[in-house]
């Protein structure tokens, strides 16, 4: 069993940026994948990025293309979302997750364990 507990979210300004961690108990394999969802109020948790935990492929979703960077720390069994550039419509609460599947396909469904989510407000 994999439990995750984010951190760094907050409130900025649009135009800021945020750097969120994701910190992972359990033993975190090769084939695994990290990935990071964010969920706005009324709306259906949305696909941001994913990391494959042994090669550091990365993917990400195309509204956050270029202005957020996910990356791992395998020493420290974290993972971590930078985010750029950063507008009102990225305000939501932002989920990091593991999958053990190995190269799973963006849905929340292909991810097994989940942190509680921290929240980003981004003020216009």
């Known amino acids: 069993q994999v439990q995750l507990v984010e951190s760094g979210g907050g409130l900025v300004a649009a135009g800021a940026s945020l750097s969120l961690s994701c910190a992972a108990s359990?033993?975190?394999?090769?084939?695994?994948?990290m990935g990071w969802f964010r969920q706005a109020p009324g709306k259906e948790r949305e696909f941001i990025a994913t990391?494959?935990?042994?090669?550091?492929?990365?993917d990400y979703a195309e509204s956050v293309q270029g202005r957020f960077t996910i990356s791992r720390d395998i020493t420290q069994n974290a993972v971590h979302l930078q985010l750029n550039s950063l507008n009102p419509e990225d305000t939501a609460v932002y989920y990091c997750?593991?999958?053990?599947?190995?190269?799973?396909?963006?849905?929340?469904?292909?991810?097994?364990?989940w942190g509680q989510g921290t929240q980003v407000t981004v003020s216009s």
């Open positions: 997750a593991v999958s053990l599947r190995y190269n799973p396909s963006f849905g929340p469904s292909e991810y097994d364990y």
């Open positions: 990391i494959a935990w042994g090669s550091g492929r990365t």
């Open positions: 359990g033993r975190i394999f090769d084939w695994y994948s």
